[in-house]
């Protein structure tokens, strides 16, 4: 199966060729951090991590960086209004996200870069762009000269002439034109700052991700994610300075999942019209959330309600019962009765949504469709453990191949945090201590100590099975 990827700049869908063969480099906008992460954000997060955890399944090296801008206008007046430090908002909010990203089980990036750790970088990309004519200074201020770039506004498909009617210039702001937009900001008084060769200021808010995203990953990424809101101007304006800096095609595959909406208007810090994902969380569990993120393409707008979630938590209530009761069946040291037609039905039903579920991804990461599959699977297991008598019960072969199917699965959507649900068996403190003691014995080689330890949890009831994963404890059918 070939994945495909639909580009947001060439606005089609085409069959993914990494950069390099075997690896891939993904580069995720990540929050301005003034203010808490609202659900809309971690919509974009948890995406990103779908998209991640599908290629590492396919057998790619990954490298994902996702930055944080822990320096800009509105983290300055949010420290202002709160009469701190910016880095106290910063890190406060940096912190928020990271307790959340675990909540919602997205995996850590490989580097967390911020804007405030690269300011040499930033300078050093600037300069490349003044000695390439791309860029001037003006007072304290460095901008970028959108006309000098040749193909500015191919992502947005928006042209230099509509950009002119609608630009402005503020008072303090000394442009050739007035649509170049700004590198470097002059540092205003009581503003943090940085010593630089145009004076003191900081960065403006595009030129740091050209700087984190390349230093990370080359010249040219694979991909490049983010919301549809930072197509024009953020993602615009990285790939003026980026390409005019190098010479070079920035980005291979632009990803821009869709936007969380209230009530019909984009989920949003600066107008306060958003959940906090704290908010969200309380009412529902982190597990339940992603499912609901997830149960869409990626790409599309949702309108985010509670009503959504209480579907979305019984939708995965459902999964999770089938999950439990597998566990359940499988923990019996039953004398299995072999496969019936049901059974053997059900098995190639698995062959044949692996295979969909696969189909799925490979076409631009449809999560929603490959959830339907998963369904699929779930309803016919259902259907045949409906029977009477339960003619799956005792099929081992079936239930194994079942569990494992769910497990690779949740591997690629990462549905729960704490791994499959599993059945409760309650375990006597006795036979947990042996089962303890025989692992060490294990690892010691002391094999006739492990097996008179296995004779001794039998005694009590239990079987044990070793597993790659560690051991697995069966009750013995009393």
């Not at 992502?155 to 509509?162: C, E």
């Not at 980026?242 to 969380?260: C, D, M, P, R």
């Not at 072999?338 to 053997?344: I, Y």
Request: charge should be negative; proline fraction near 3%.
């Amino acid at each position: 199966m070939t994945l495909k990827v639909y580009d947001t700049l060439k606005g089609t869908k085409e069959e993914f060729k990494p950069v390099t063969d075997g690896k891939v480099g993904i580069y995720f906008c990540g929050m301005t951090v003034q203010d808490r992460p609202h659900i809309g954000h971690m919509l974009a997060f948890v995406a990103g991590d779908m998209i991640r955890r599908y290629l590492a399944y396919k057998g790619y090296d990954v490298t994902y960086i996702q930055n944080f801008t822990d320096i800009d206008d509105k983290i300055i007046a949010k420290a202002n209004e709160e009469g701190v430090d910016y880095k106290t908002v910063a890190e406060r909010n940096i912190a928020e996200y990271f307790k959340f990203a675990d909540v919602l089980n997205i995996l850590p990036a490989d580097v967390y870069p911020r804007a405030t750790e690269h300011i040499g970088d930033i300078i050093a990309l600037i300069q490349t762009l003044e000695e390439r004519g791309f860029a001037y200074q003006s007072g304290n201020d460095v901008f970028f000269r959108v006309r000098e770039f040749e193909g500015y506004g191919k992502l947005s498909r928006r042209k230099i002439d509509d950009l002119q009617s609608g630009a402005r210039i503020d008072v303090d702001e000394q442009k050739e034109d007035p649509i170049d937009f700004t590198l470097w900001k002059g540092a205003k008084e009581g503003e943090p700052f940085w010593d630089s060769p145009w004076g003191k200021g900081r960065p403006g808010w595009h030129i740091e991700c050209s700087v984190m995203s390349m230093k990370y990953l080359g010249k040219t990424l694979d991909m490049h994610g983010g919301g549809l809101d930072l197509i024009f101007p953020h993602h615009e304006n990285e790939i003026a300075q980026s390409e005019g800096a190098t010479g070079k095609q920035f980005v291979n595959y632009w990803i821009h999942n869709g936007l969380l909406n209230l009530k019909g208007e984009k989920m949003s810090k600066s107008t306060g019209h958003f959940f906090s994902v704290e908010e969200v969380t309380d009412d529902f569990s982190g597990d339940v959330v992603r499912f609901y993120l997830l149960s869409t393409h990626f790409r599309s707008n949702t309108e985010f309600s509670h009503e959504r979630l209480e579907e979305a938590k019984a939708g995965l209530e459902r999964i999770t019962n089938l999950c439990v009761y597998l566990d359940e069946k499988i923990s019996l040291e039953e004398e299995g009765t072999g496969s019936t037609p049901a059974t053997e039905k059900l098995r190639a039903l698995i062959d044949d949504v692996k295979r969909n579920f696969e189909e799925a991804l490979d076409d631009d990461f449809n999560s929603g469709e490959a959830i339907g599959h998963l369904f699929r699977l779930v309803r016919e297991a259902n259907r045949v453990r409906a029977e009477d008598p339960d003619p799956l019960a005792k099929d081992r072969t079936t239930l194994e191949q079942l569990r494992s199917a769910i497990e690779v699965f949740d591997s690629v959507l990462g549905l729960y945090r704490e791994g499959l649900p599993k059945a409760r068996i309650d375990v006597p403190d006795e036979v947990q201590a042996l089962v303890k003691e025989r692992e060490e014995a294990r690892k010691g080689k002391d094999w006739a100590g492990a097996d008179s330890l296995r004779n001794e949890i039998l005694a009590l009831g239990f079987t044990v099975e070793d597993r790659p994963e560690g051991p697995l404890l069966r009750r013995v059918k009393g």
